[in-house]
């Protein structure tokens, strides 16, 4: 190990469990991790390194690491999530996620971090660290009730601006062929996984799954949660674009609209500005639209959305906040009433969302 080695700070969360023996091969592999920071130039200079593990990752493990004068965050892949269900998935996604954070910068230099180093072969990367009182996570905003209806524009109109940029592209859709990865992190567990629990929608979400495994029109980030967005002084800044792909954008136009609407059963009393944020963000959206018409993409959003509804109920990743069994009810009840309606448009989807919640 390194005369340079510094300390390995324990966060709440992290480590829990671990033997001392299991500690000391994190300690190994963090001094490997080290060594790469300095053959990238990343750590040049830096007598002692700080590694600070950050708690709440699923598919990946996350420092933010000290520098001296400076701080930087490194991101690895991990072959299984961490969630309850068995979810593996291929560690190469790494480079995939790489890859759109250069396309992405292009496109809006404010949009993404910028990457410092990347090792492909090992599976891990470094990126600009942002601090959060700066660039507070979105998520972390609705959850306390702090819902910015304008910051949902900005999220529409970036999201928007990058998939104009790059629909129709037969280079970036060669570059992002990723259709076993997308399956692996996406269809498998979100909309697969609904099936086997609701047999009667098995068909349905089989040929949602389908269509949108067939569906290529431009760079898909994958996972557009509010958990994977700050919210920065020059706007949206998107995170964990792991599952990027190059396919149907309605999705991730679905899945973020998704967590917006969920969201009001973790902040019932900013239940208005909830909803309000969804229409902001979808027509923001729809206001860039211009590699198909604008009804085609809304009848695959509006499709889409009961399906997440579901999955984030019953697949493998459910959200942490809905733990009451009234309220998943309350959630496969509209996702139900969503299917049965065939509705067409995000306002629809809206409408009957809102219909539906509980007095």
């Not at 040049?44 to 950050?54: D, F, K, S, T, V």
């Not at 027509?283 to 198909?292: I, M, N, Q, T």
């Not at 809304?298 to 733990?323: C, H, N």
Request: aromatic letters at 8%; glycine letters at 6%; proline letters at 5%.
């Amino acid at each position: 190990m390194p005369a340079t080695w510094s300390r390995i700070l324990l966060l709440p969360g992290w480590g829990t469990g671990v033997s001392e023996t299991n500690l000391g091969d994190e300690a190994s592999e963090l001094a490997e991790l080290e060594d790469e920071l300095r053959q990238l130039d990343v750590a040049a200079g830096a007598a002692a390194i700080e590694w600070i593990p950050l708690t709440g990752g699923v598919s990946s493990e996350i420092w933010k690491v000290e520098l001296g004068d400076r701080t930087v965050c490194v991101k690895r892949a991990r072959p299984k999530l961490a969630v309850a269900a068995e979810w593996n998935a291929p560690v190469e996604r790494n480079e995939s996620e790489v890859a759109w954070l250069e396309v992405a910068r292009e496109i809006s230099a404010d949009a993404v971090p910028r990457v410092l180093g990347h090792r492909p072969d090992l599976h891990f990367f470094v990126m600009e660290f942002f601090d959060a009182e700066r660039y507070p996570v979105w998520k972390a905003e609705l959850a306390k009730g702090t819902v910015d209806e304008d910051f949902a524009t900005k999220v529409g109109e970036r999201l928007g601006a990058i998939h104009a940029s790059t629909a129709r592209n037969a280079e970036l859709a060669e570059r992002f062929a990723t259709d076993d990865l997308f399956h692996s992190l996406r269809l498998e567990p979100y909309l697969a996984a609904t099936a086997a629990v609701h047999p009667d929608l098995a068909d349905r979400l089989g040929e949602l799954s389908e269509r949108t495994a067939d569906t290529r029109l431009a760079l898909v980030h994958g996972d557009v949660s509010p958990k994977n967005i700050l919210m920065g002084p020059n706007g949206p800044v998107f995170l964990d674009a792991e599952c990027a792909w190059y396919g149907d954008p309605a999705f991730d136009v679905a899945f973020c609209g998704t967590h917006l609407l969920l969201k009001c059963f973790q902040a019932p009393a900013s239940r208005e500005a909830l909803l309000n944020s969804f229409d902001a963000f979808v027509k923001a959206y729809s206001s860039l639209v211009d590699w198909e018409p604008v009804a085609n993409l809304q009848a695959r959003v509006a499709s889409l959305i009961p399906a997440l509804l579901l999955a984030r109920v019953d697949g493998k990743s459910p959200v942490e906040y809905l733990t009451a069994e009234s309220d998943k009810d309350a959630v496969r009840g509209a996702a139900r009433e969503m299917f049965s309606a065939g509705a067409s448009t995000a306002v629809e989807v809206r409408d009957l969302w809102e219909r539906s919640l509980p007095t």
